[in-house]
């Protein structure tokens, strides 16, 4: 119910017609709710079908910030207002459908009035939008600008993607294989892309992308790579779960060495489950060569997808060989992006499964305990836990703040918690971003106060925010996201909170 208010003063007729787009029913007065909620999941955790909840985790110890000092504050006004449209789009599917539809076209048109990378204005009116919302740059020093603008608003790194990838196109003309993606059709599309280009170009090309990235990146930075980008060879040899050829490995070597001479830690990402078994060998591959070199450090993930079934009990064999074979094991943990092309049956029924499974596998891993969902794969003895790195990449605030309190109590207890980020995509869940970047603030201001004070500082454990970003010309960038936008369409259309968020900032600062 509106609280009763006095009347409202705005600074602009710009502020008005903008806030009157925010709700229509400003004319009236309205309650202004400025704190971000901790919590906005409707998670339901009597279900008795999904995985048993998580152990119990305390109220939370971070301390939600305050009305006159959201953290969404941290935002420039036209990002704010950027992201809010952006995120408005997206909510609705009414108006996300044709606006993909139209994007669909330009970014695969092949008249050059039509093409972002030829025709200045419209080269001009993307970059300025949706590319500026999700994208770091054209070159790599654009890529430093934008790096540079996001650590100074207090992320501790970034992880970059290269947007250019080798894409598989269907005897339909469609991109990536939809609904239908199945390994036969795999088989059937390695002939025709064969027919595109050679694998010898595929590979150079993801190569040599994919170590200039690597070169864009700093010390403490990541670097995200799709192993299926190489081309037509790659995708049949995962298929099949056979090794990389002689001419992949020399190419992955050559990334890796490249990384860990810069200190770069390199995110394998996850795909469609045709292809998901291969991915999992050649990461632990890597892995074993490359997760020993210093103790409790890695410099290769896997990422494991929390909608599957399976994940858990992969997940355990995995620990199992990086405790037997002395490495240690990356975890890149995220929900789930291929709801549109794996098979259904493979994941939980509902998101509340999902959700459970996700923040129970992150509970695990960040205690070094087995649970009732990630449990020790065949003998393995309870006790026995490799060295683990995690990135927990989430939009979801309620998990991200259950993370922050696990660790802030084993800081309070004394325990070493494990190397640990948490990972966004640039122009999205900035609510749950800035969140962790206002709590780090917090306490390392409350700490650096009792120092002052003369008391003994307190241990604590700071949030590591990173944000994921994609970096190439915006004729690559604009495929990059609609591949990426319909592999998440479920994702990309679930963004209320969000967007709830930036309306509420917006409003706060349109107001006297």
Same mark, same amino acid.
């Given at each position: 119910?509106p609280?009763?208010?006095?009347?409202?003063?705005?600074?602009?007729r710009?502020?008005?017609?903008?806030?009157?787009?925010?709700?229509?029913?400003?004319?009236?007065?309205?309650?202004?709710? @400025?704190?971000?909620?901790?919590?906005?999941?409707?998670t339901?955790?009597q279900?008795?079908?999904a !995985?048993?909840p998580?152990?119990?985790?305390?109220?939370?110890?971070?301390?939600?910030?305050?009305?006159?000092?959201?953290?969404l504050?941290?935002?420039?006004f036209?990002?704010?207002?950027?992201?809010?449209l952006?995120?408005?789009?997206?909510?609705?599917?009414?108006l996300?459908?044709?606006? #993909?539809?139209i994007?669909?076209?330009?970014?695969?048109?092949?008249?050059?009035?039509?093409s972002?990378?030829?025709?200045?204005?419209?080269h001009f009116?993307?970059?300025?939008t949706?590319?500026?919302?999700?994208?770091?740059?054209e070159? @790599?020093?654009?890529v430093?600008?934008?790096?540079?603008?996001?650590?100074s608003m207090?992320y501790?790194?970034v992880?970059?993607?290269?947007a250019?990838?080798?894409?598989?196109?269907?005897?339909?003309g469609?991109?990536?294989?939809?609904?239908?993606?199945?390994?036969?059709?795999?088989?059937?599309?390695?002939?025709e892309e064969?027919?595109?280009?050679?694998?010898?170009?595929?590979?150079?090309?993801?190569r040599?992308g994919?170590?200039?990235?690597?070169?864009c990146?700093t010390?403490?930075?990541?670097?995200?790579?799709?192993?299926t980008?190489?081309?037509?060879e790659?995708?049949?040899?995962?298929?099949?779960?056979? !090794?990389?050829?002689?001419?992949?490995?020399?190419?992955?070597?050559?990334? @890796?060495?490249?990384?860990?001479a810069?200190?770069?830690?390199?995110?394998?990402?996850?795909?469609?489950?045709?292809?998901?078994?291969?991915?999992?060998?050649?990461?632990?591959?890597? #892995?074993?060569?490359?997760?020993c070199?210093?103790?409790?450090?890695a410099?290769v993930?896997?990422?494991?997808?929390?909608?599957?079934?399976?994940?858990?009990?992969?997940?355990?064999?995995?620990?199992?060989?990086?405790?037997?074979?002395?490495?240690?094991?990356?975890?890149?943990?995220?929900?789930?992006?291929?709801?549109?092309?794996?098979p259904?049956?493979l994941?939980w029924?509902?998101?509340?499964?999902?959700d459970?499974?996700?923040?129970?596998?992150?509970?695990a891993? #960040?205690?070094?305990?087995?649970?009732?969902?990630?449990?020790?794969?065949?003998?393995?003895?309870?006790d026995?836990w490799?060295?683990?790195?995690?990135?927990?990449?989430?939009?979801?605030?309620?998990?991200v703040q259950?993370? #922050?309190?696990?660790r802030?109590?084993?800081?309070?207890?004394?325990?070493?918690?494990?190397d640990?980020?948490?990972?966004q995509l640039?122009?999205m869940?900035?609510?749950?971003s800035?969140?962790?970047?206002?709590?780090?603030?917090?306490?390392?201001?409350?700490?650096?106060?009792?120092?002052?004070?003369?008391r003994?500082?307190?241990?604590v454990?700071?949030p590591? !925010?990173?944000?994921?970003?994609?970096?190439?010309?915006?004729g690559? @960038?604009?495929?990059?996201?609609?591949?990426?936008?319909?592999?998440?369409?479920?994702?990309?259309t679930?963004?209320?909170?969000?967007?709830r968020?930036l309306?509420?900032?917006?409003?706060?600062?349109?107001?006297?």
């Amino acid at each position: 119910m509106p609280l009763a208010m006095p009347p409202i003063r705005l600074k602009s007729r710009a502020g008005v017609l903008i806030l009157r787009s925010l709700n229509p029913t400003i004319r009236q007065h309205a309650s202004i709710q @400025c704190r971000i909620r901790g919590v906005h999941s409707t998670t339901n955790l009597q279900s008795t079908t999904a !995985p048993s909840p998580p152990s119990d985790v305390s109220e939370p110890m971070v301390r939600p910030t305050s009305a006159s000092s959201t953290s969404l504050s941290l935002l420039p006004f036209p990002v704010l207002l950027r992201s809010y449209l952006i995120t408005a789009l997206s909510s609705h599917p009414v108006l996300l459908n044709p606006a #993909m539809r139209i994007l669909a076209i330009i970014a695969h048109s092949s008249s050059p009035l039509f093409s972002p990378d030829k025709n200045p204005l419209l080269h001009f009116l993307l970059k300025k939008t949706f590319y500026a919302q999700f994208c770091a740059g054209e070159t @790599c020093s654009e890529v430093a600008k934008t790096m540079k603008g996001l650590k100074s608003m207090g992320y501790r790194g970034v992880i970059l993607g290269y947007a250019r990838e080798v894409v598989r196109v269907d005897k339909k003309g469609d991109v990536g294989g939809g609904e239908k993606e199945v390994v036969e059709e795999a088989k059937e599309l390695v002939e025709e892309e064969s027919s595109q280009s050679s694998s010898a170009e595929d590979l150079a090309a993801w190569r040599s992308g994919t170590e200039e990235t690597v070169r864009c990146a700093t010390k403490g930075d990541m670097v995200a790579l799709k192993f299926t980008g190489a081309g037509a060879e790659s995708l049949t040899l995962l298929e099949a779960d056979q !090794p990389p050829s002689a001419a992949l490995d020399q190419a992955i070597t050559s990334i @890796c060495d490249l990384a860990a001479a810069r200190g770069v830690k390199l995110l394998f990402d996850a795909e469609q489950q045709a292809v998901q078994v291969g991915i999992d060998t050649w990461t632990l591959k890597y #892995m074993r060569r490359y997760n020993c070199l210093e103790t409790g450090r890695a410099l290769v993930y896997g990422t494991y997808q929390a909608y599957l079934r399976s994940t858990p009990t992969t997940l355990a064999n995995h620990l199992k060989i990086a405790d037997a074979e002395g490495f240690t094991l990356g975890v890149k943990l995220v929900r789930g992006a291929y709801l549109g092309s794996d098979p259904r049956w493979l994941m939980w029924a509902e998101k509340e499964e999902t959700d459970k499974a996700y923040n129970a596998i992150a509970e695990a891993l #960040m205690r070094k305990s087995w649970n009732d969902v990630l449990k020790p794969a065949g003998d393995g003895s309870k006790d026995q836990w490799p060295d683990v790195n995690l990135v927990l990449a989430s939009h979801n605030m309620e998990s991200v703040q259950r993370a #922050m309190n696990i660790r802030e109590q084993q800081v309070l207890r004394g325990e070493k918690p494990i190397d640990m980020v948490y990972g966004q995509l640039m122009g999205m869940a900035d609510n749950v971003s800035c969140t962790l970047i206002q709590a780090g603030k917090q306490l390392s201001k409350e700490a650096a106060q009792k120092g002052v004070d003369g008391r003994v500082a307190p241990m604590v454990e700071m949030p590591r !925010p990173y944000k994921y970003i994609v970096w190439g010309t915006v004729g690559e @960038c604009l495929k990059y996201l609609l591949r990426r936008a319909e592999e998440n369409r479920d994702a990309v259309t679930r963004t209320a909170d969000s967007r709830r968020a930036l309306q509420r900032e917006l409003r706060r600062r349109l107001l006297w």
